[in-house]
């Protein structure tokens, strides 16, 4: 505890994200968040401003920060549209269990109810999309919401929180004490840890399988348990599938990685996973992008599940065990009850399913894909939403935990390039890669001035096909190729003129030797580039699970 100081609100939640270690905020100013501002302004501290051009993608990049930090990260609003263009960026990072802090700024206490000029209720707006909000109508809680803000934002399963506070209590004074923050976390009650019983039912059940399988989801990368995840596969010596936010948690180059599971997942994966008499889901909810037909995915298996939210057990598939805790913790526990086995006739039989579809074409996603590994092998990875985001999810040999960074849960078109600035900054020594398709990048490409203003070495990949690509896939498949508004512009518009226009070098590729040249010639850039791939709107994701079918019914083009 430190001593006492009179201050202003504004300058009270500069000091309590100082507490915290902030770093950077993505803030968009506004007339009533104006004294925040200006405290930000006059005092002395080492929290930088990012400005975005939009409060959506101040919000991703928040989220893409937090992603690779594992702490919350803040993003600042002012009052009516500002708060509620933000809203889709804390529901990104609500349905992927992200911690944020959002403060908005709102009208004065007085003007409250009344319609007031940029008056939303934006905690009732948000009241589904966050793990908690809170109006400040007191100055002398501002402090402490803000600490419990942040508290609940990274306990548990981790997700957004949004503190609103009116103009009037950043312009009035209150005592503001500092504390430890970190002792305060020592000091926190533990939760109970997982059921000695359930864990040991788990173990009986896993010795006793003869075709088990792991699926990992994103909270073994939310609990930084992927050592224990590599090292109870190792000694339980079981295949390891990966749902879309799981990637990373297990190297995709280990012998016992399956890859993706799902709608797009491998056929290897869908048959082992659809077939096998174990599953053990280790941090994943079970979406009907993995799952397809329920009863299909069920087919006589036990199943344990293992999760730190209790709302997720039995929503939407029947377990035979679910273990309630931190999954890292269950791992460690776990992993002397397991037997050290190998499964000769399972992985003969993963093995042996064959793998359809047509060879690629010397140009093709795919290609792409791997020829960006390879340049950017340790590089973190960050798509937009749709074709190009599978084709990353399919084809990159993802090596460690928080390198894939992708929207899985509300496949938010325009998320990728304001989590790029977001992991650049958090991250200002690492590769940054966004792959993006150009449906999704009409959304947000006015933070290419954003990544130019701040000198963000960011690699930006374009893949430009002239169409809603994964949209267009379905009306071919099941609409009878009636293309609906998914064609665009016709090449009428050159992005590489937009990223020159924001001061960014760019390229256009059309084959695999014009990109072996330019990933050659931009290799030691450290500064933002831009790289048009121009491929067919013919090219499609597959092996496909169209939706609510068993996931071992694949389509292949």
């Not at 609003?77 to 944020?100: E, K, Q």
Request: a negative charge; aromatic letters at 8%.
């Amino acid at each position: 505890m430190g001593s006492s100081q009179r201050l202003l609100g504004s300058e009270i939640v500069v000091k309590c994200l100082e507490e915290q270690g902030t770093k950077h905020v993505f803030s968009f100013p506004g007339g009533v968040v104006i004294p925040l501002f200006d405290a930000f302004y006059r005092m002395d501290h080492d929290i930088q401003q990012i400005e975005p051009c939009h409060e959506q993608n101040g919000v991703h990049a928040a989220d893409g920060y937090a992603r690779v930090t594992g702490r919350a990260s803040v993003a600042i609003t002012t009052s009516g549209p500002g708060a509620t263009n933000a809203v889709t960026g804390i529901a990104n990072a609500y349905l992927d269990s992200v911690p944020l802090v959002v403060i908005t700024g709102q009208v004065a206490q007085a003007l409250l109810g009344k319609d007031s000029f940029q008056e939303i209720d934006i905690t009732s707006v948000t009241m589904q999309i966050t793990k908690h909000n809170f109006q400040v109508n007191d100055v002398t809680m501002l402090a402490t919401t803000l600490r419990e803000a942040f508290r609940i934002a990274e306990s548990g399963r981790p997700g957004p929180v949004v503190v609103d506070i009116p103009k009037d209590i950043f312009m009035t004074e209150a005592d503001y004490t500092p504390i430890d923050v970190e002792t305060l976390k020592h000091n926190a009650p533990r939760r109970p840890g997982p059921q000695r019983d359930a864990v040991m039912r788990a173990a009986e059940f896993i010795n006793a399988a003869k075709r088990p399988i792991i699926y990992a989801g994103g909270g073994v990368i939310k609990s930084n348990a992927s050592e224990e995840l590599i090292s109870f596969a190792k000694k339980s010596g079981i295949p390891v599938a990966n749902s879309l936010m799981g990637l990373g948690s297990f190297p995709r180059t280990d012998p016992l990685s399956l890859g993706l599971v799902g709608m797009h997942g491998s056929h290897e994966c869908n048959l082992a996973v659809i077939n096998c008499d174990t599953l053990i889901a280790i941090g994943a909810r079970f979406s009907d992008r993995v799952t397809g037909n329920i009863n299909e995915f069920m087919r006589d298996k036990k199943i344990i599940h293992i999760d730190i939210d209790p709302t997720e057990f039995e929503k939407n598939v029947p377990t035979n065990v679910h273990i309630q805790a931190d999954v890292k913790e269950v791992l460690k526990i776990m992993l002397p009850l397991v037997e050290e086995k190998t499964y000769p006739d399972w992985y003969a039989q993963i093995d042996q399913w064959p793998v359809k579809g047509r060879d690629c074409d010397e140009y093709c996603p795919k290609n792409i894909i791997e020829r960006l590994n390879k340049a950017y092998e340790d590089a973190y990875v960050v798509t937009e939403v749709g074709q190009h985001q599978m084709w990353a999810g399919q084809y990159w040999k993802f090596k460690y935990p928080t390198q894939f960074n992708t929207s899985g849960g509300l496949g938010t078109m325009g998320y990728g390039l304001g989590a790029s600035i977001g992991i650049q900054l958090a991250k200002p020594d690492s590769d940054v890669v966004l792959i993006a398709g150009d449906g999704s990048f009409r959304m947000n490409c006015q933070e290419l001035i954003t990544v130019s203003r701040y000198k963000l070495p960011i690699k930006i990949f374009l893949f430009d096909n002239q169409t809603l690509g994964m949209v267009r896939q379905w009306q071919k498949l099941f609409h009878g190729k009636r293309y609906a508004q998914t064609d665009l512009d016709q090449g009428t518009t050159d992005y590489c003129k937009l990223a020159e226009a924001s001061g960014i070098q760019s390229f256009t590729v059309e084959n695999l030797d014009d990109l072996d040249e330019v990933l050659e010639e931009i290799k030691d850039k450290n500064e933002p580039v831009f790289v048009r791939c121009l491929i067919s709107k013919e090219e499609g994701v597959y092996p496909m699970v169209a939706a609510g079918n068993p996931i071992d019914e694949l389509y292949y083009e």
